[in-house]
């Protein structure tokens, strides 16, 4: 069975690509063989639309699909070209794979529709680069590649997927969230802010591109998702007794620029005024500073600068989403784009971008290099045992390797274990059928159609064995309508899938066999250690007397340390049984963002010590920062083996009177230290778990 049951829209979605792949295959395979008499040439279109319909999980609707599969075709040529003239010896096609299966398996790093369409392609080279070695067949070997793929498109326009809701549609829809707060329940503002995580939109909706647009909107997502916390989390907060006007005119212009957005990223008209909520928000701030300057008798209290720090934190979210809104949709900033470093992206070229993605990503701390080399690898040595051994039909042992490899050992062990099982069913089964059928090519006709449909329905329904069983059988009866064919063809399939198995499974124990496991750990470590100097170095920045010298946060380290731990955390959560769900990943992910928005939107409205910052209130803030950047440090010890005891937080001074500037301070720290709190707890069981306190400067 299924490890997972699928639901009735799921159970539709693979109907349909069933009734579609085995639409289009039929389509060119029986028309090029039986009429054209064409057999190399129908086999190509037999196996295009399997290729890239059935093992290449495109996401999308149908149009998106067609878009891509039209965009691969070229490619696809190229690689069927380069095989056929790269099987002339084993070595150079082993080379070629190792080439090809690299690039193509790092091509992930574009997002999920490259990553998609990958095995596809791989399957293109896999399939021409065995013998024979026939350069004169390439002509017919592309036609029929391209008839097929063709066929598969006009089936995907004939009988689509419903179209999921864009993420611009759904950022809007959380906007519409934001702009009434007062009418919307705190758990429904946080859920709306849920249903934008990457993890819950459909693949091909992710801005997961390296482009202006895509990046705008990934990041207009987090500011999206941070604004509705903040809504949520000021909502269930005791409103102060006394009265705060200029935190309710603020909020009344946040939730009308929210509205503006939401209804700017679906028309693409009448953006928000640029630069208006910026200046609101300075005029709020001078707005704090006069009555905290005044006599002890008329200065507000410590729940009201708490919560106009809150609105003030919330309203820069707001500012976020109006800049990224304004990318997104015009694809480059209509107006400076302020914070430079936090919108680094906004003025560059999108070569500049995509080299930069994936320059970033030519390290073993990526998990997406880590899949290319295997991939290669594992591709590469397939081809050569293949070669060498002489195996007939040896491409099965490359597609083995393909579509059963895992990003773990003991995930592909799994699907080992269940692919062997099925294919022996599958083989006993083809077998009979071919000993019991013999060479009535007729019978074999009239049984592929349905048998791929059966094949390509239920094996996704069912699961490995069942796949793998009944794909056997659509590979005997389309191959005993090519040549003639005996009961040995199963045998042959069964040998190469064990063989391709006992290969993935070698490259899956010699390299990173624990998957994304301990390289989550590792990276976590590392974007905790290089976002947490940001807290003292802002601290510093806001306490500088004027004229001092101030040093800048450098953020753009903890960017790029961001986007390799969010990978590895997002192949980590697909990697099933073993995965540890006591330690809050996302808590560290969230954490590592606090540290470093802080640093840029702090140091940008924040008040200087001339606005009323004391000296203890100071020291106590420099103090905190650094007890925060030890026990930062001391859980990314912890995360890569090492230990030692809590960090523990001094109370402030008595008498310490709260001002704007450390009330900002305070807000900031304690809720970072809030999430290390709930970060420790999770990394130990809770019974040993000890308390800590969460001191504040009033």
Not at 66 to 91: C, H, I, K, N, Q
Not at 223 to 249: C, G, K, Y
Request: glycine residues 8%; proline residues 8%; hydrophobic residues 50%.
């Amino acid at each position: 069975m299924a490890d997972v049951t699928p639901t009735g829209q799921e159970r539709a979605t693979i109907l349909r690509r069933a009734v579609r792949v085995a639409v289009a295959a039929s389509a060119g395979f029986y028309p090029l063989l039986y009429d054209a008499g064409l057999p190399v040439m129908a086999l190509y279109a037999l196996f295009a639309p399997i290729a890239v319909g059935l093992l290449s999980p495109i996401p999308g609707s149908g149009r998106q699909r067609v878009s891509v599969m039209l965009r691969a075709l070229p490619w696809a040529l190229v690689l069927a070209t380069l095989g056929t003239l790269l099987a002339v010896e084993t070595w150079a096609a082993v080379g070629g794979m190792l080439a090809v299966g690299f690039l193509l398996a790092f091509a992930a790093v574009g997002g999920p529709r490259p990553a998609g369409v990958a095995p596809g392609l791989h399957l293109f080279y896999i399939l021409a680069c065995f013998p024979p070695y026939a350069p004169d067949t390439l002509g017919r070997r592309l036609a029929g590649l391209t008839i097929g793929v063709l066929a598969l498109a006009a089936c995907e326009l004939l009988l689509p997927d419903p179209t999921a809701a864009s993420y611009r549609e759904r950022l809007a829809r959380a906007l519409d969230e934001a702009a009434t707060p007062g009418g919307v329940p705190p758990y429904e503002l946080r859920a709306a802010g849920a249903r934008l995580r990457l993890a819950s939109v459909p693949p091909a909706e992710r801005p997961a591109g390296a482009g202006r647009t895509d990046r705008a909107l990934e990041q207009g997502g987090r500011a999206v998702r941070r604004l509705l916390d903040q809504l949520a989390t000021l909502a269930e907060t005791p409103r102060p007794a006394a009265a705060d006007p200029a935190s309710a005119d603020l909020l009344d212009r946040v939730s009308a620029l929210c509205a503006t957005c939401a209804r700017f990223l679906r028309t693409g008209k009448h953006p928000p005024v640029a630069g208006a909520l910026e200046e609101a928000m300075r005029r709020f701030q001078a707005e704090r500073v006069r009555p905290a300057s005044g006599p002890p008798g008329e200065r507000p209290p410590v729940e009201v600068l708490r919560r106009q720090s809150r609105v003030l934190a919330l309203a820069e979210s707001a500012r976020m989403v109006e800049i990224t809104a304004d990318i997104a949709v015009h694809g480059r900033p209509t107006e400076p784009a302020v914070p430079h470093r936090l919108f680094w992206y906004a003025e560059l070229s999108t070569p500049r971008l995509w080299a930069r993605r994936v320059v970033g990503n030519v390290t073993f701390r990526s998990v997406l290099f880590q899949n290319a080399l295997r991939t290669a690898l594992g591709l590469a040595a397939a081809r050569a045992v293949a070669g060498s051994l002489d195996l007939s039909h040896g491409f099965w042992v490359l597609l083995a390797v393909l579509t059963l490899g895992r990003t773990t050992a003991g995930a592909t062990w799994r699907a080992v274990r269940l692919a062997v099982a099925g294919n022996a069913a599958g083989a006993l089964a083809a077998g009979a059928l071919l000993i019991g059928l013999g060479p009535h090519t007729d019978v074999y006709a009239a049984l592929l159609a349905p048998v791929m449909l059966a094949a390509f329905a239920l094996g996704p329904l069912l699961g490995i064995a069942y796949a793998q069983g009944l794909f056997t059988l659509v590979v005997a009866t389309a191959f005993a309508q090519i040549e003639p064919v005996t009961w040995r063809l199963s045998e042959a399939r069964m040998i190469d899938v064990v063989t391709g198995s006992v290969i993935g499974l070698l490259c899956g124990l010699l390299a990173w066999p624990a998957g994304a496991r301990r390289e989550v750990h590792r990276a976590m470590a590392e974007l905790l250690r290089t976002c947490a100097p940001l807290v003292p170095v802002t601290v510093d920045a806001l306490l500088a007397p004027p004229g001092g010298s101030r040093a800048s946060p450098q953020t753009l380290p903890g960017v790029h340390r961001l986007r390799l731990a969010e990978a590895a955390y997002a192949q980590y959560r697909t990697e099933g049984p073993g995965e540890d769900t006591r330690t809050d990943w996302h808590a560290m992910l969230i954490a590592a963002n606090h540290m470093l928005l802080g640093a840029h939107w702090l140091p940008r409205f924040g008040l200087r010590p001339e606005s009323g910052a004391t000296a203890p209130a100071a020291a106590w803030a420099r103090t905190t920062a650094e007890e925060l950047v030890a026990e930062t440090d001391r859980i990314a010890t912890r995360l890569t083996g090492g230990g030692s005891e809590p960090v523990r937080r001094r109370t402030a001074p008595d008498g310490c009177p709260p001002t704007p500037l450390s009330v900002d301070l305070e807000v900031w720290m304690t809720s970072l230290d809030q999430q290390l709190t709930r970060i420790d707890a999770s990394l130990i069981p809770p019974v040993t778990a000890s308390p800590r306190r969460t001191a504040r400067p009033d």
